[in-house]
């Protein structure tokens, strides 16, 4: 494997430890999203969701399967995609 090939699945491996929350609700949109999303996602949309697993899981909460939003519009369009893959992609019952 080559050393960007290592680098890219360590941070991979870290984004899934993060996306492990107190929330199992929280838990399966987010590693969804990253196993299923993440890599196609554009540089900027993954800086953005690496900042938005730094909010409180309530805010995410509210965020993913409520009606709010984050302020700062990078965070509120990574939320959208997030909520949107989880929508189209989970069973009702599974969030």
Known sequence: ???QSDHNLNELQRLAWSCRRGMSEL???LTHFLRE???CI???QKQ???ELLAYPDPDLFAFFLG???PDYPSHAEIALLVRDHARKKLP???I
Do not use: R, Y
């Open 1 to 3: 494997m080559k050393p």
């Open 92 to 94: 009702n019952q599974a």
């Open 67 to 69: 009606g709010s939003l």
């Open 42 to 44: 554009n540089p900027e």
């Open 48 to 50: 953005a969701f690496i």
């Open 27 to 29: 838990d399966v949109i």
């Open 37 to 39: 999303a993440f890599t």
